[in-house]
C-alpha cells in the first residue's frame, strides 16, 4: 500500500520523535561558532534542569576541559541522585571515577548520542541535510532494524524542518571524552592494546588532534582525582598512574597539565566542605588525600624523566593549587606519604631476613619506585636496625621513655616563688635521684644467634660497621652502665674482689657486643660516677663544718679510689696509667671531683689536713707517713697541685720554722760562732724540719730571706763595704746552718759588695788606665772575698772598663770629625756654632771623606788599642776546627817520617765591650775612624806602620764593625789604589807587568783583600782604563786598520770580551772587523786560500760565523759592481790590458762566494770580457787553475757552461 509523500513524511518524523526521544525543538540551532582552536562550540539550552557536572562546561563556557572553574548549582532530576560535588561523584579510585564521569556526562548529550553509541551510525543520521526529493525517490520501505529506523527518522525529522548535519557532528564529538572513558574502562589502563583502542575513537567522532590530546588529558586529570578521593595510598597506584599515562598517550607537558588541573579542582571542591584549620590536622581524611595527591604527582613527574628546572616548575604549579604551598613544603609532605610505605617494606625485610629473598638491590628499587633519597633511607635504615637489636635483646621494639620523667615530672608543675624555694626543689629532686636503686638489667643481653642476623640486616641495610656499632652500643650502653656501676659498688664495698669484678664487666661487655674503643671511653664516666658519689657526700659533711665526718668519707674516697684502680689494672689499659689525671680533671665537669668548687675543694683538703695532725706524747704536733701518703693521694683526687698542698704545710708549720731559722741567725750574726753554737743551733732547725717532715725546697724558701738580710746588715756595718775576715766566716756559718750552697748567695752578695768590687777595679787601673799583672791577684783575691762569682766579676770589670774608654773613644770620634768636615758641616752636626780658632791652625778643615786627611789621630787611636788588649778584654772563642797535616817521625830508627790529619779548634775573636755598644760613637763615624786607620796603615812608611797593619782587625772590633762591613771597606779601599796605580802604569806601559802585579799582591795582602776580590777589582780596572781607550779611538775619528788591530789583539792578551767586557757595540764590532779586513781583501793578502785569518778576526771580535760571512759578502758586492764597470769602460775605450787586469781581480772577488756576485751583465759585453779574459797569457799558471778562474768567471758573469 503506498502513502501520499506528505503523509510519509508526517510518518518519519513522528517515528524519529518516538524512537530517540528528542524533538525538534531540544536540538540547538543550526548555527555554529568556531573557536581560536578550531573547536566548534554550541549554544545548549539545559534540558533537565540539573547543573553541569564534574568535569563538563557549562553553559557560558564552550571550553572542553573537564575541570571546568566554574560550576551551577540546580535542583537535581528525580531520576538522578547525583551529589552536588563533582569529588563525591568519583567516591574511590581511578575507575569508579570514570564511571561517575561517564553518568555525568550522559546528562548533557543529546537523545541521539545518548541512544546511539556507534559515532558512525549517528554520522549516517545526518544525512537529512540531502535533498527531500532524493530521499522520498529512495523508495524506503519499513524495516525492523535499528540503523534503517533511525537512518528514516533522520530523514523524517529533516524533512519536518529537523536536525541538519553539523549539529550530528557536534553531537558525535562531545560524545567523544565519554567513549575515550568507556574504553578504559572496557580495556583496563593496562591492557596492551587500550592506547590504539582509544586512538581509534579520534577518527570514528571526527575530533581533531588537539581537541582529541584535550580530551585525554581531561580523562587523565578525572582519573587521578578519582585516585586521591581514596585516602588509602598503595604502591600499585604508581604503576597504574603510569600505565594510565601510556594508555592515553600523553606526554610530559600533557601530564603536568593534568596534574595541575586535578589539583586546582580538587583542592575547591575539598574547601567547600573541610575548613583550613580541619586541613591543618594531619589525620583529617582530606588532608590525606591532599597528600596523596602531591605523592602521586611528584611519582609521576620524576617518572617521567622531567628535568629539574621541568620538575620545579610543574610540582610547584600543583604546589600551589593545593593551598598556596611552597615547593618545599609539598615535596615534604609528598615525602610523609612515602615514608610509610618503606618503613612496611624495611618491617617486611627483617621479617624475611633469614629467608634470603631480600637483598640491598630490592630495596633500592624499592626507594627508586617511593623516591627516597640516600639521606632519609640511611635514617630509616638505622632506625629500623635499632628496633631489630631491642628484639634481639627481648626488648618491645620502641622505647617508652615516659616513665623516666615520671620523677622530673613531679616537681614541673610546683611553682616556686624564692630562691630558698628553689634550693629545696633543687634538694628534692637529689633526694629522688639517690634514692633510686640501680636497676637489676643483667637479664637483658642478645639472643643466640643475634650476632649473624644483625650482621645479615647490616649487609642488606647496607650500614657501615661504625654506624652499626655505634646503634649496638646507644642500645646496650645503658644496660652495660647499670652492670659497671653495681659491680664497682659491690667491688668498694668489699663484697667483690677486683679480679671477680673486671671478670663480671668483661663478660657483659661480650654479651651486649660492645667495642672495646666504645668501652674504654665510657669505663671513665663509670668510674667518675662511682666516686663521684662518696665525694658529694662528703661535701655535705664539709660544708656544715663536720670534720670527723669528713675525713672519715675522705678516706673512704680514697679507698674507693684504689679500688677502682686496682679494677682498671685487671684490664691492662693504658688510658688510667695516670688514674688522677683521667678521672679528677677539676676543670671537667663531668669528672668525678668536677661538680665541686674550688672552695669545697680547698675546704676538704683543709679539714683532712687538719685532722691528719697529730700531737706525739711531747706534745710536738706532726704528720705520720701514712698520713702523708693519704694527703697526697687526696691531692690527686680533689685536683690540688704539689704546690698548693705545699702551701698547706706552709702556712700550718711556717711559723715553727721561721722561728727557729730567725733565731738561729740571729745568734750567728753576735758573733764567735763556734762549733758548740752551730751544733746546738742545728739540732734545734733539724728537730723542726724532721718532726714536720719539711722538705728542702721549703727550708730553702724561709732560709733564703734570712740569708739576704744578714748580708745586707754586714755591708751596711762595713766601712768601705768590704766585710772583714771575721764577717766572711760568719756568712759562712749562716750559709751551712741554713744549708744555702755558695752558689746561691752570688747575687746576693754582688748586690751588697758589687760597688766595692767595681771601686777595686776603678783604683787598680790607676793613671795608665791598664791594670798591671801585680794587681790581679789582689783582685782575684777582692773577689773571692766578697763572695761574687767570676761571670759576676767579670761583667763588673767590663763595666768599669767601658766607663774608663768612653772619654776615649769620644775624643777620638771629635778630632776625626773636625779633620774631615767642615765648619758649617760640624755645626749642623752637633748643632753648635763653633768658632774659626776650633780648628787647627785657627784656619778651616781641609781635607774630604777620601784616602787621607790633613791630621793624624793614630796615636790616640793606638792608645785606645793598647788600652783594650792589655787589659785583656779581647776574647777568644772556638767557632770550629780545621784539619792540618803534621809530620811525626818514625818509631823505629832509620824509618821515614809519617804524616798525620789532626783537626785543630779555629778560634774567633770577639769583642765584649765596644764603642758603638757603649753609644759613644754612631756608625757612620766608626767606620770613617776605621778608613782611616786603614789608609794610614797602608801610606804610612815610618816603623809603626806594622804594628798599624796588625791592628786594623783589632781597631775595627773595638769599633764594632762587623767582618762584613771591614772587608767592604777595605774593598772599597783597594779599588780606589787598583784604579790608580793600574790606570798609570798602563798608560806609560801599555799593559802591566810582573812587577806591577807584584805591587797589586802585596796591597791585597795589606788591604787585607781576597785573591777573588783582587782579581775582580784588576778586572774591573782594565775594563774601564781599555773603554775609555776605545772611546777614545772612535771619537777621534781617524780608525784605521792598524790601530783596530793592535786594540783587538790588546783586548785578547788581556781576557776581555769586547762587547761583554769592554762595552763596544755589535754594530760598531762589525765595522770594525769590515775596516780591517778591507785592505786584505782589496790587496789580495786575504783571499779563499787565507780564509783562516778572516775566521781569526771575526772570532776575537766576538762576531758569530754568520754575521762575518755577511760583512765579506757586503764587502765583496759592494766591490765588484765597482770591478764591473771598469770592466766594461776599459772594453769601450779600447783598454783590453786594464780589462783583464779588473777581471782578474773580479776573479779573486768571486772566489769567495763561489762565482755568485749578483752582477747584470749584458751578454754581448760578458762574450767579449770572457773572450778577452781567455786570450789572456797563462804561462806558469797551473792548468786546474785556469779552469777555475774561467769557471768563476762564466758564473759572475750569468753565463751558462
Known amino acids: 500500500m503506498r502513502f501520499h509523500s506528505a503523509a510519509c513524511a508526517v510518518v518519519l518524523s513522528a517515528a524519529a520523535t518516538s524512537a530517540f526521544s528528542f524533538s525538534p525543538l531540544a536540538v540547538p540551532p543550526a548555527t555554529s561558532s568556531v573557536r581560536n582552536n578550531g573547536i566548534a562550540g554550541r549554544s545548549f539550552a539545559p534540558t533537565s534542569g540539573a547543573r553541569p557536572a564534574f568535569g563538563l562546561p557549562s553553559s557560558s563556557n564552550n571550553h572542553l576541559s573537564i575541570i571546568s572553574s566554574t560550576t551551577t548549582t540546580s535542583t537535581p532530576s528525580s531520576s538522578s541522585s547525583t551529589s552536588t560535588t563533582s569529588l563525591n561523584l568519583a567516591g574511590g579510585g581511578g575507575p569508579e571515577a570514570l564511571e561517575d564521569y561517564i553518568a555525568t556526562l550522559s546528562h548533557t548529550e543529546s537523545k541521539l548520542s545518548s541512544k546511539l553509541r556507534n559515532p558512525r551510525l549517528v554520522k549516517l543520521a545526518g544525512v537529512a541535510a540531502l535533498p527531500l526529493s532524493y530521499v522520498v525517490g529512495a523508495a524506503v520501505t519499513p524495516s525492523r532494524r535499528l540503523a534503517a529506523r533511525a537512518v528514516v527518522g533522520a530523514f523524517a525529522a529533516v524533512t519536518a524542518g529537523g536536525v541538519g548535519k553539523d549539529a550530528v557532528d557536534e553531537d558525535v564529538r562531545r560524545s567523544c571524552p565519554a567513549a575515550i572513558a568507556r574504553r578504559l574502562l572496557e580495556l583496563g589502563v593496562d591492557d596492551a592494546n587500550v592506547a590504539d583502542g582509544i586512538y581509534d575513537l579520534k577518527e570514528d567522532h571526527g575530533v581533531d588532534d588537539e581537541d582529541f590530546a584535550n580530551m585525554r588529558t581531561e580523562v587523565y586529570a578525572v582519573y587521578l582525582a578519582g585516585m586521591a578521593m581514596n585516602p588509602l595510598a598503595k604502591t600499585a597506584e604508581l604503576k597504574e598512574l603510569a600505565s594510565l599515562k601510556l594508555a592515553l598517550d600523553l606526554d610530559n607537558m600533557q601530564v603536568g597539565q593534568a596534574h595541575a588541573d586535578a589539583a586546582a579542582k580538587f583542592y575547591r571542591d575539598v574547601t567547600r566542605f573541610t575548613s583550613l584549620d580541619e586541613l591543618d590536622d594531619e589525620d583529617h581524611p582530606d588532608r590525606v588525600s591532599l597528600d596523596k595527591l602531591l605523592f602521586l604527582t611528584e611519582r609521576a613527574f620524576r617518572q617521567g624523566g622531567e628535568t629539574e628546572e621541568a620538575f620545579t616548575f610543574e610540582f610547584s604549579r600543583v604546589a600551589r593549587a593545593l593551598g598556596g604551598l611552597t615547593i618545599a613544603e609539598g615535596l615534604q609532605r609528598a615525602k610523609d606519604v612515602a615514608k610509610p610505605f618503606y618503613e612496611r617494606a624495611l618491617a617486611s625485610t627483617r621479617a624475611k631476613l633469614n629467608s634470603g629473598a631480600v637483598s ?268 702523708y701518703a693519704l694527703l697526697k693521694e687526696l691531692r690527686g683526687m680533689l685536683g690540688l697541685s704539689e704546690d698548693e698542698g705545699v702551701a698547706q704545710v706552709r702556712n700550718y708549720f711556717g711559723p715553727e720554722l721561721q722561728g727557729v731559722l730567725t733565731m738561729a741567725t740571729d745568734e750567728i750574726l753576735r758573733g764567735n760562732a763556734n762549733d758548740a753554737l752551730l751544733e746546738n743551733l742545728q739540732e734545734k732547725v733539724d728537730k723542726v724540719i724532721n718532726d714536720f717532715k719539711l722538705d728542702a725546697e721549703m727550708v730553702y724558701s724561709y732560709a733564703g730571706p734570712l740569708y739576704a738580710r744578714a748580708v745586707s746588715e754586714i755591708g751596711a756595718s762595713t766601712p768601705g763595704g768590704i766585710p772583714s775576715t771575721e764577717e766572711v766566716a760568719t756568712l759562712a756559718s749562716l750559709r751551712e746552718l741554713l744549708k744555702i750552697d755558695v752558689e746561691e748567695t752570688y747575687d746576693v752578695n754582688l748586690q751588697t759588695f758589687g760597688a766595692a768590687y767595681k771601686k777595686g777595679i776603678k783604683e787598680a787601673l790607676g793613671t795608665t788606665g791598664v791594670i798591671t799583672e801585680e794587681y790581679r791577684k789582689p783582685l782575684e783575691d777582692l773577689r773571692s772575698r766578697l763572695g761574687v762569682s767570676e761571670k759576676a766579676a767579670k761583667d763588673v770589670y767590663l763595666e768599669a772598663i767601658g766607663e774608663r774608654m768612653v772619654p776615649m773613644v769620644q775624643f777620638i770620634s771629635n778630632e776625626m770629625e773636625r779633620l774631615v768636615l767642615t765648619q758649617e758641616q760640624l755645626s749642623q752636626k752637633r748643632g753648635v756654632d763653633f768658632g774659626e780658632d776650633y780648628f787647627k791652625g785657627g784656619g778651616k778643615a781641609s781635607g774630604k771623606l777620601g784616602m787621607g786627611t790633613d791630621g793624624n789621630i793614630m796615636s790616640d787611636i793606638m792608645n785606645l788599642i793598647d788600652f783594650y788588649v792589655e787589659n785583656d778584654i779581647v776574647q777568644k772563642e772556638a767557632v770550629g776546627t780545621k784539619k792540618v797535616e803534621r809530620k811525626v817521625p818514625s818509631d823505629e830508627e832509620g824509618g821515614e817520617e809519617k804524616t798525620i790529619t789532626e783537626e785543630e779548634p779555629v778560634y774567633e775573636s770577639t769583642y765584649p765591650i765596644t764603642a758603638m755598644g757603649l753609644e759613644c760613637i754612631d756608625s757612620q763615624v766608626a767606620e770613617l775612624c776605621y778608613r782611616q786607620f786603614v789608609v794610614s796603615s797602608f801610606t804610612d812608611q815610618s816603623p809603626n806602620a806594622a804594628r798599624y797593619e796588625a791592628s786594623k782587625a783589632t781597631w775595627g772590633g773595638i769599633l764594632g764593625l762587623t767582618n762584613e762591613k771591614m772587608e767592604e771597606i777595605g774593598s772599597n779601599i783597594g779599588s780606589m789604589v787598583y784604579d790608580n796605580y793600574i790606570t798609570q802604569s798602563m798608560s806609560t806601559k801599555g799593559a802591566l807587568d810582573q812587577q806591577d802585579m807584584m805591587f797589586l799582591a802585596n796591597i791585597q795582602g795589606k788591604l787585607g783583600i781576597s785573591a777573588e776580590d783582587g782579581e775582580r777589582m784588576l778586572l774591573d780596572t782594565q775594563k774601564k782604563i781599555i773603554s775609555e781607550e776605545a772611546s777614545a779611538m772612535f771619537d777621534s775619528g781617524e780608525v784605521s786598520p792598524e790601530n783596530i788591530k793592535a786594540f783587538r789583539e790588546k783586548c785578547n792578551s788581556m781576557g776581555l770580551d769586547l762587547e761583554g767586557d769592554v762595552g763596544i757595540t755589535k754594530s760598531r764590532l762589525i765595522t770594525m772587523f769590515q775596516l780591517e779586513i778591507t785592505p786584505g781583501i782589496d790587496s789580495g793578502e786575504i783571499t779563499i786560500e787565507s780564509a783562516d785569518m778572516l775566521a781569526e778576526i771575526q772570532e776575537s771580535l766576538g762576531l758569530t760565523e754568520e754575521e762575518g760571512e755577511e760583512v765579506v759578502a757586503g764587502l765583496i758586492t759592494d766591490r765588484a759592481n765597482g770591478i764591473l764597470a771598469d770592466i766594461i769602460g776599459c772594453m769601450m775605450r779600447g783598454k783590453d790590458v786594464m780589462s783583464v787586469e779588473s777581471m782578474e781581480k773580479l776573479v779573486q772577488y768571486a772566489a769567495f762566494v763561489d762565482g755568485d756576485l749578483g752582477l747584470q751583465v749584458e751578454e754581448a759585453n760578458a762574450n767579449r770580457a770572457y773572450n778577452l779574459f781567455e786570450s789572456k797569457d797563462w804561462s806558469g799558471v797551473d792548468e786546474a787553475d785556469v779552469e777555475r778562474q774561467k769557471e768563476l768567471l762564466k758564473i759572475a758573469f750569468g753565463m751558462s757552461s
Open 360 to 627: 640491598p638491590d630490592m630495596l633500592g628499587r624499592a626507594r627508586g619506585t617511593l623516591g627516597i633519597d640516600e639521606v632519609e633511607a640511611k635514617e630509616m635504615h638505622i632506625e629500623a636496625f635499632d628496633k631489630e637489636i631491642r628484639i634481639q635483646l627481648g626488648l618491645p621494639e620502641e622505647d617508652d621513655d615516659d616513665d623516666d620523667m615520671d620523677d622530673y615530672n613531679e616537681f614541673q608543675d610546683k611553682r616556686v616563688e624564692t630562691v630558698g624555694e628553689v634550693k629545696k626543689k633543687l634538694e628534692a629532686m637529689k633526694e629522688v635521684e639517690a634514692g633510686k636503686a640501680i636497676e637489676d638489667t643483667s637479664a637483658i643481653k642478645f639472643a643466640d644467634g643475634a650476632y649473624d642476623t644483625l650482621s645479615k640486616l647490616q649487609g642488606v641495610l647496607e650500614l657501615s660497621d661504625e654506624d652499626a656499632d655505634y646503634e649496638i652500643s646507644a642500645a646496650t650502653t645503658d644496660y652495660w652502665r647499670n652492670t659497671v656501676l653495681a659491680t664497682l659498688d659491690d667491688a668498694i664495698a668489699g663484697t667483690k674482689t677486683p679480679a671477680k669484678a673486671w671478670e663480671i664487666i668483661n663478660a657483659r661487655q661480650k654479651e651486649l657486643y660492645l667495642k672495646d674503643s666504645a668501652v674504654r671511653e665510657m669505663m671513665t664516666s663509670m668510674v667518675m660516677q662511682a666516686l663521684g658519689r662518696p665525694l658529694e657526700k662528703v661535701n655535705a659533711f664539709a660544708r656544715v663544718n663536720n670534720a670527723a665526718a669528713t675525713y672519715d668519707g675522705l678516706v673512704d674516697a680514697i679507698a674507693a679510689k684504689e679500688t677502682c684502680k686496682e679494677v682498671l689494672k685487671e684490664a691492662g689499659w693504658s688510658e688510667f696509667e695516670d688514674f688522677e689525671k683521667a678521672c679528677f680533671d677539676p676543670y671537667d665537669k663531668a669528672s668525678a671531683c668536677g661538680f665541686l668548687t674550688n672552695q669545697d675543694r680547698h675546704s676538704m683538703y683543709q679539714i683532712f689536713f687538719n685532722r691528719s695532725v697529730k700531737a706525739d706524747e711531747d706534745g710536738t704536733k706532726n704528720i705520720s707517713d701514712e698520713s
